[in-house]
């Protein structure tokens, strides 16, 4: 049975975990021993990759582990499970829209652009897409499975909703702050909505899904607006 044990778990990896996670995918010689993931792609492009599947391992997988280790636990009692305790509110269908609006805006902006899309290749083929946007998909599935569902369940296992939100979102905006005041910030009620469509529903898929759907129209906007990046037909 969960217990007060399982909360500090929870957090002391989502800090450690995330921390690991941060320097070893900083770390360009780290990468450069594991080698190319893709032939498709350049040195960085290749880092970003190991970044990504970086993010799978400690923040997702080994977080399962730590759960499936506990006696008593399973990863499906932290949101690891396609059984819905409800469907989401009608209302959360039109934060889809306004994701693909604000994104279209964000896009073309030169901060933005300076940033996005993190693989910096000049020339994009459909593959090199579809590999990036599976990466990014799978380095979320280990994102959100940290912290809307093993931080926030552990959470809320000793204390209220409001304050497991909290604290998701504060350890959340915190993860984002190497990358500015913009996303640290920003990361503040979208956390917070995240945390409440899981509490919702029962599980960490809505957050996936809608945490995906902000980081892929975010590099697909990105790289049809960036004037130094073209898509080209597959050599």
Not at 3 to 13: E, L, Q
Not at 47 to 63: A, D, H, P, Y
Not at 149 to 172: E, K, V
């Amino acid at each position: 049975m969960p217990t007060s044990s399982t909360f500090i778990i929870a957090v002391t990896w989502c800090i450690l975990g995330f921390a690991i996670y941060y320097f070893l995918s900083n770390n360009k010689a780290f990468a450069s021993r594991i080698g190319k993931l893709s032939r498709k792609f350049d040195s960085q492009g290749n880092q970003v990759l190991i970044q990504r599947m970086l993010g799978l391992l400690f923040l997702g997988i080994i977080s399962a582990l730590i759960i499936i280790l506990h006696p008593g636990l399973e990863p499906m009692d932290y949101g690891l499970t396609f059984i819905f305790l409800a469907a989401p509110p009608w209302w959360a269908y039109l934060v889809i829209p306004l994701i693909l609006v604000l994104g279209i805006n964000a896009a073309r902006q030169k901060g933005n652009l300076e940033l996005y899309p993190q693989i910096r290749s000049r020339n994009w083929t459909p593959a090199m897409v579809f590999i990036s946007g599976m990466s990014w998909v799978l380095f979320l599935l280990g994102y959100e499975f940290l912290f809307r569902g093993f931080l926030l369940h552990a959470s809320l296992d000793i204390m209220a909703a409001g304050p497991a939100i909290a604290l998701n979102c504060a350890l959340y905006a915190f993860a984002h702050f190497y990358k500015g005041p913009g996303e640290t910030f920003g990361a503040i009620p979208v956390g917070a909505f995240l945390c409440y469509l899981t509490i919702v529903t029962g599980n960490i898929w809505c957050a996936i899904v809608l945490h995906a759907i902000m980081a892929l129209s975010n590099e697909w906007f990105s790289l049809y607006f960036h004037p130094e990046i073209e898509i080209v037909k597959a050599r």
